[in-house]
């Protein structure tokens, strides 16, 4: 019998469109509680405590594909560059030169999300529009061979105010079309947003990876 995990799992599930990834946000919750995820076929989890990561990392099974979603020191890169899928919230070049470095030392590619910030609130990180546009027409960032930028995560105000809410994603989607439709090859693809309170608002604003955490594995008592 499908554990309660498994039935808010598989009814996500069903509602996403296919060019739709779920990252099940497994944050705080226990190895068993993957474990159940992992079972109906879920492979891809995100994480925002490097540590925490990484010791699910090493007690699972290893074709999970881990996300880092949340804010990320510089001097934590080292201790998951030899494993992590995806990082999401990159929100300074510093932060991706140390990606790139780390990467390298593993001889590996670490694809990246940079962070906008979207949100009315200033306590969401994340990089207005010129902080992004310097960012990538840097010699620096167009010297870099170990990083691959995927495409653009954000974070909508925390608010019952739904129309705010689509605006905040209708801005981060229009800024993720006009670069894809510049970049340089079919590289920039992935558009991260959406949460349990809004990832059905965020597809039908263009999202094309939404985070999920307690929808799925039910309340945090922190995080
Ligand atoms: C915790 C977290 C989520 C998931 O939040 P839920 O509301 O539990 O779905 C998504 N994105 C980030 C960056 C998070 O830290």
């Known amino acids: 019998m499908a554990s309660a995990i498994q039935q808010n799992l598989n009814s996500i599930k069903s509602k996403l469109p296919e060019h739709v990834t779920l990252v099940a946000v497994s944050k705080t919750h226990p190895n068993e509680a993957i474990e159940e995820a992992y079972a109906t076929g879920q492979r891809v989890f ?26 990320l020191q510089t001097n934590k890169v080292k201790y998951m560059a030899s494993f992590v899928a995806m990082i999401h ?6 932060l991706l ?11 590996r ?34 010297s870099m061979q170990n990083v691959r930028v995927r495409g653009l995560m ?3 105000t925390f608010t019952d105010n739904e129309a705010q809410v689509r ?9 993720f079309k006009e670069l894809k439709d510049n970049w340089k090859d079919n590289s920039f693809d992935t558009l991260s947003m959406g949460m349990s309170g809004d990832y059905e608002l965020a597809i039908e604003e263009g999202s094309r990876m939404v985070r999920v955490g307690s929808s799925i594995f039910g309340q945090r008592n922190y995080g």
């Open 167 to 175: 605006s905040e994603f209708q801005f981060l989607a229009g800024i």
């Open 46 to 71: 995100g994480e925002n405590k490097v540590q925490e990561m990484t010791a699910k990392y090493e007690q699972l099974p290893k074709d999970i594909e881990w996300h880092l979603i949340g804010h």
């Open 154 to 156: 954000g974070m909508a």
């Open 109 to 142: 590619t670490i694809d990246v999300l940079l962070q906008m910030h979207i949100a009315q609130e200033s306590t969401k990180f994340g990089m207005d529009r010129e902080e992004l546009d310097a960012l990538l027409a840097s010699e620096e960032y167009q």
């Open 89 to 94: 919230a990159v929100d300074s070049l510093k």
């Open 97 to 107: 030169k140390e990606i790139n470095k780390r990467a390298s030392q593993h001889d």
